[in-house]
């Protein structure tokens, strides 16, 4: 790719919602439209004993009440179908009377207003019979209740690793650091809420307009549980306002699905829409897992890590959604990218009645990385080492060999950023002392209170699926013109989830015909018009992406050479396989690919209110190739912000199972004036072997080390350590007054 077609372009998509003329799934308005509303259970644990929906089928404009009895396949699951689409009475599935989470949806009621589908739920009786609630995940280990009876177990997923020898890992020790890491939930508070429109389409097919991650799988899960062929169901996606693996599972994909195919069986072609509030959006749909880590590093007293063991136990919640592959993705990075020669690890996802874990930006790496950069930087404080240079011992190489046993894909760049982090942070200057920070605007801080420290942390995270799940991606390139190419249309299902990915595969599309942007027409994340592209997820989309689109634009400039007009060409990249951990030992080839990432965080500390100030981040980012700076540059401000937030603000709060603060002025998020003040992106581009021009995926990466630097840089600025986040002024000041500091 040369440096044309490597630039910061304008967004495809900007002036549209710069406009307001982007349409979300919310917006969509066509003729006729009917409104939905979905009831949730509210039971976090018990049986439906009966449901009267008379009253609600009563209201003046109910169209249809429907419930579990009119869903054909009462299931569902992006990686087990464990959950029933509609909790309730009369289904053919086993256990699908009993609501395991209070976010389990019970019945979807269609009306000629909202008013009307509002009131309408309202009306619906039920009657529970209430079941024992499990939420703490080491009660659930006991199984004295089994949540999933057809699973004998609550433990959903056990991993292990087993490598070298423990005994003679921790005879070679001068220090040990063992510690206790706990971690929170965290709610993805994206911009849009969940909504979507159902109908049936000119084809007769049961159309659903929603905002998600990956059409294909949507449209396979609509197809399971509604009974009916795969090209029975179109997945469209418009604007999407939002999705850090928010939407990677089903939140109204089947409703609206099973409302569109029920109404139509009884005559009525009407386009339906459901639009959750804020508060429907935090109590349904799922979030970053709840983790705790116990975990013991040993290290010579030169700063050779010698072995490692750890315990992990993260809160799957109701349902499996996507935990057995982020308990993967954190089983691998809880020793960090460090060179581990003994390792002992016992990793383990665990049903409860809380609200489901599933994927959130990072995919288990944050909280992996929250345990393995605080222990690091702890036992660089008692080998008094410098927290880069012990890094710099121990970092991965390409000749590394993982935790599982596997060597590293070529072109680990680690080191090289640990090392540009440090020197673009003036890493070992001295810090000078804080000009002013006022955590209580009304009062002005006691400058003896406000104590200034500097942090630093590094993570690696996979590119792509892990653990051998199936990986390809599609794409479809058309040549037009006569003589001269005068018009290119890439077809290709990738999400665009305000990331800008549409505009990368743009400008990779142009690169890949050889002509210039402004020729490049997008046909994008349509079932009926695209190929399979995989989830835009695991910083997958701009490596696979521009793999497929540079193999089909090579067959389809070959057809052009042999004047076929137009050209186009089908084509899929399959990349390197991947292994699942092997059940005893851990041995397996996780992943074809990773990111690397190091940042370095000055924070003033007021010791007497517990508020902490982050002054300055500095983020090097290896992208390989930066597609787009612009782009590139914003990933790595927005995951600094949102990683931010789950350090030191967001605290969702759950007592028996029910989420207690479902609304943004209670869950608190970075507003303007909380962020980092300065944010210094370092974009690097060290090539990826076979990154599509050396891209590498890089939209997690930043994320993953903020949390650990923060509490790093606190500890330099208090000596304490706090092993818990988010770290809240009460969090701070009771840990501080317990070290007898601010009082």
């Not at 040990?176 to 971690?183: A, G, I, M, S, T």
């Not at 790093?712 to 002024?729: C, K, Q, R, S």
Request: proline share 6%.
């Amino acid at each position: 790719m040369n440096s044309y077609h490597a630039q910061s372009i304008p967004r495809v998509d900007a002036a549209g919602k710069v406009t307001g003329h982007a349409l979300y799934p919310g917006d969509l308005t066509p003729d006729n439209l009917l409104f939905g509303k979905v009831l949730f259970s509210g039971q976090p644990h018990a049986r439906m004993v009966s449901m009267d929906t008379s009253a609600a089928e009563a209201v003046p404009g109910v169209v249809a009440v429907l419930t579990a009895v009119d869903v054909p396949v009462n299931e569902y699951g992006l990686i087990m179908p464990d959950q029933p689409v509609l909790v309730g009475l009369g289904s053919s599935k086993p256990h699908s009377d009993v609501s395991l989470w209070e976010g389990d949806h019970v019945a979807v009621i269609i009306a000629e207003t909202e008013e009307a589908a509002a009131q309408a739920r309202s009306l619906i009786q039920i009657e529970w019979e209430p079941l024992p609630i499990v939420t703490d995940m080491f009660a659930a280990m006991q199984d004295e209740v089994v949540l999933h009876p057809e699973k004998g177990t609550n433990v959903l997923q056990h991993y292990k690793i087993r490598k070298g020898d423990m005994a003679a890992g921790w005879a070679a020790a001068d220090v040990v650091v063992e510690d206790e890491y706990k971690l929170p939930y965290q709610e993805h508070a994206y911009l849009q809420p969940e909504a979507g429109l159902g109908y049936i389409d000119e084809d007769g097919r049961i159309t659903i307009e929603i905002g998600g991650q990956w059409v294909h799988e949507d449209q396979e899960q609509v197809a399971h549980a509604l009974g009916l062929p795969l090209d029975r169901v179109r997945i469209i996606y418009p604007a999407i306002g939002g999705a850090f693996g928010g939407r990677e599972d089903m939140s109204l994909q089947i409703v609206l699905g099973l409302a569109a195919m029920r109404l139509h069986e009884r005559g009525i072609d009407r386009p339906i829409r459901i639009t959750w509030t804020r508060e429907e959006s935090i109590i349904g749909h799922h979030k970053r897992h709840e983790a705790v880590v116990k975990t013991k590093w040993g290290a010579t007293k030169e700063g050779k890590i010698t072995a490692v063991a750890a315990e992990v136990f993260m809160n799957s919640g109701a349902y499996a959604y996507t935990s057995t592959k982020v308990l993967g993705n954190f089983h691998l990075m809880v020793t960090g990218p460090y060179e581990i020669p003994h390792a002992h690890i016992d990793s383990y996802a665990i049903t409860t009645n809380n609200v489901p874990g599933g994927a959130f930006r990072g995919f288990g790496g944050p909280q992996g990385a929250f345990a393995a950069e605080n222990q690091i930087n702890k036992l660089a404080e008692a080998l008094g080492l410098d927290p880069v240079a012990i890094r710099l011992k121990n970092a991965l190489t390409d000749d590394s060999l993982l935790t599982v046993q596997t060597k590293m894909p070529q072109g680990v760049s680690l080191k090289e950023v640990i090392t540009r982090c440090a020197a673009e942070s003036n890493w070992g200057d001295s810090l000078v002392p804080s000009s002013g920070f006022a955590s209580v605007q009304s009062l002005t801080a006691n400058p003896q209170a406000l104590k200034r420290g500097r942090g630093f942390a590094c993570s690696f995270k996979n590119v792509g699926f892990s653990f051998g799940a199936p990986e390809k991606c599609e794409a479809i390139v058309e040549l037009y013109g006569k003589g001269e190419i005068e018009k290119v249309i890439l077809r290709h299902a990738a999400a665009d989830v305000g990331q800008g990915s549409h505009t990368a595969l743009k400008q990779m599309a142009a690169a890949a015909v050889g002509v210039d942007v402004s020729l490049v027409e997008l046909d994008m994340s349509d079932t009926a018009r695209t190929g399979n592209s995989g989830s835009v997820s695991a910083s997958r989309m701009t490596f696979m992406a521009g793999n497929s689109i540079r193999v089909a634009a090579a067959k389809a400039l070959e057809r052009w050479v042999n004047e076929e007009r137009p050209a186009i060409a089908r084509e899929t990249y399959y990349p390197p396989k991947t292994e699942p951990y092997d059940p005893e030992t851990g041995v397996c080839m996780p992943n074809f690919s990773y990111g690397y990432v190091a940042e370095a965080v000055e924070v003033t500390v007021d010791v007497e209110t517990g508020h902490i100030a982050v002054d300055r981040v500095v983020c090097a980012n290896d992208v390989g190739k930066a597609i787009n700076p612009t782009l590139v540059q914003g990933q790595i401000e927005g995951a600094v912000v949102q990683a931010h937030g789950y350090a030191l603000m967001e605290n969702l709060q759950l007592k028996n199972g029910r989420i207690l603060n479902p609304y943004l002025s209670q869950y608190l998020i970075p507003g303007i004036k909380d962020v980092p003040a300065k944010v210094e992106s370092i974009i690097m581009e060290l090539p990826d072997p076979i990154g599509p021009w050396g891209a590498r995926g890089m939209a997690e990466m930043p994320f993953l080390p903020l949390a650990p630097a923060i509490v790093a840089a606190v500890h330099d600025a208090t000596g304490v350590w706090f092993d818990e986040i988010p770290l809240t002024p009460y969090l701070v000041v009771q840990k501080l007054r317990a070290h007898g500091i601010g009082g």
